[in-house]
């Protein structure tokens, strides 16, 4: 059997494994690249799993309580505003997610209060993917409109500054992974994987490739040391493959590996992580976990869970031991070891916990072996391994109002991040409070505007810091812009600027109290004619 040979600590590369983790490639592969070259911002947490290979393993230990540092609310839960996506944290400490309401968040991790936000084209069930964080700083996400983006913190404002999207016309709901080079890889519902340059120079960001599955793409891709992209697929296959040879338009399959049924049966909806001795685990729909070698595809073990249909949604994180931790639907969180006995290896839980409901949320590993996990019944879980027997301790747990289906993670000064699908942001850590600095506009409302006759939804993010008004508005037409205005008294009087097929200017007055904007403005269309519309949002 294949393995990878460890290489020593990678100090730096924070975005392969975290901080002062030791790197491990393949020993026939090519050397790892250097620090400078490394993708991934260096941040704690800068993509789904942690890393380029999913381990879902953080550096530092998290939260011993339930003690909650602050909460954001989207305002709307569910379909309208609820959250599916993991946070993600940036360089500066910003946390990262995206909401059912189609806007990507960037939250102030010491406040939740809103840094600045980017709209995405759909306002209901928008936003399923992850966001990776470049490099360069470039936050990356994948939207159900279709369109992959590209987007930069913006230099003022709420606005988030669009550096580049790719439109693959067709929704998305995998979140990236990323390639040595800063290839963006990301699955869509067309089935296929796309490979993404982003810009370089006066190349404009481009589809470079594209791989055909036969079946819908929910897992999200890990990329190996030496470049191989690992990803599932529903059609029941893993995928291992290569970035196409000089002169190649398709990637080089490396090898396959069948689970021998599709679809509920079989497919693959979590995504593959990697560990530092070459084993690739991934769980599949049949309620098995495989463990695989990473080189050749060849089965090493496996673990049946309690179900056999729609079985596995969460992917595993793997502890530095090669302890894979992961949560089934049937409602156990295991910790497996692989096991070698007189009939062969297999996976072996060491212990479990019985959570009881069904789990579609990835555990978070914390270097004290504590584990973080959500459950379908709304509460998020610290469990820590036991003491002695099989069966894990319960640390905490915390009750949100949601389903949890987006996964906890782990900031680098131990707080543990998770969203709800009842729209809500919450943080915890043991000491640390946090107080918002902004004014009583602030927040997510939602409403509707009348132009020329016509009505269209509307979705404004506002940012209140005393006087000022900063904010990001989106229409139903899919029209996005900034705002910037001046708060005396109940008088809220602003300008924006909405960017479609041609920049419309707009200015206006409105009643602005604590649960509800009303107001008219005016604004200049494309042909440079001048309409009174009206406008009314709550929350």
């Known amino acids: 059997m294949t393995r990878w040979t460890k290489v020593g600590t990678a100090l730096g590369l924070v975005g392969i494994l975290g901080a002062g983790a030791a790197l491990a490639v393949r020993a026939q592969s090519a050397s790892v690249p250097p620090a400078a070259t490394v993708p991934l ?176 793409m929910i897992s999200s891709p890990a990329v190996g040391p030496d470049g191989t992209i690992y990803v599932g697929s529903m059609d029941g296959k893993v995928y291992a493959l290569q970035e196409p040879a000089s002169g190649q338009r398709e990637p080089k399959v490396r090898w396959t590996f069948a689970s021998g049924s599709t679809g509920k049966t079989g497919g693959f909806e979590n995504a593959p992580s990697l560990d530092e001795t070459g084993r690739l685990v991934i769980g599949g729909n049949d309620g098995l976990v495989y463990a695989l070698n990473a080189a050749t595809g060849e089965k090493l073990w496996t673990f049946k869970s309690q179900f056999t249909e729609y079985a596995i949604f969460s992917s595993a994180a793997i502890g530095t031991d090669g302890t894979v931790y992961i949560g089934p639907k049937d409602g156990f969180l295991y910790a497996l070891r692989e096991s070698r006995g007189i009939f062969g290896t297999s996976g072996k839980a060491g212990w479990k916990y019985r959570i009881g409901t069904t789990i579609e949320t990835s555990p978070a590993l914390a270097p004290d072996g504590t584990v973080y996990l959500g459950a379908d019944n709304g509460k998020l879980y610290a469990i820590a391994p036991p003491a002695s027997g099989e069966a894990g301790r319960l640390l905490w747990e915390f009750q949100t109002k949601g389903t949890l289906i987006s996964s906890p993670v782990i900031g680098s000064d131990g707080s543990l991040y998770s969203g709800s699908m009842d729209g809500k942001v919450y943080a915890f850590h043991d000491k640390k409070r946090g107080q918002s600095s902004q004014g009583p506009l602030a927040g997510t409302w939602y409403g509707s505007v009348r132009l020329g006759g016509q009505e269209q939804k509307l979705t404004l993010v506002l940012a209140q810091r005393q006087s000022q008004v900063d904010g990001v508005l989106r229409l139903q037409s ?45 604004v200049k269309d494309c042909q440079g004619r001048s309409i009174q519309g009206t406008f009314r949002a709550t929350r």
């Open 41 to 216: 911002a260096q941040s704690h947490w800068p993509k789904y799993r942690h890393d380029l290979w999913n381990t879902g393993r953080s550096a530092v230990s998290g939260p011993k309580t339930n003690a909650l540092k602050w909460t954001f609310s989207t305002g709307r839960a569910e379909k309208d505003g609820g959250i599916e996506t993991d946070p993600v944290i940036g360089p500066d400490g910003t946390v990262y997610l995206g909401a059912n309401n189609g806007i990507l968040y960037g939250l102030d991790p010491e406040t939740g209060d809103v840094r600045w936000a980017f709209p995405s084209g759909f306002d209901t069930f928008g936003i399923y993917s992850t966001p990776a964080i470049l490099k360069d700083g470039t936050v990356v996400f994948g939207a159900k409109d279709g369109k992959v983006y590209g987007v930069r913190p913006p230099t003022a404002g709420l606005l988030g500054d669009l550096r580049w999207s790719v439109d693959l016309k067709t929704t998305i709901q995998t979140s990236p992974g990323i390639g040595p080079d800063g290839t963006v890889y990301v699955g869509a519902d067309d089935w296929k994987l796309y490979a993404i340059a982003p810009p370089q120079g006066q190349v404009p960001a481009r589809i470079k490739w594209s791989f055909q599955t036969q079946g819908d």
């Open 478 to 522: 899919t029209l996005a812009g900034g705002l910037r205005g001046t708060l005396q008294g109940e008088q809220l009087s602003y300008t924006a600027s909405l960017l479609g097929d041609c920049r419309a200017e707009h200015q206006g007055e409105a009643s602005a109290k604590a649960q509800e904007i009303r107001g008219t403005f005016q």
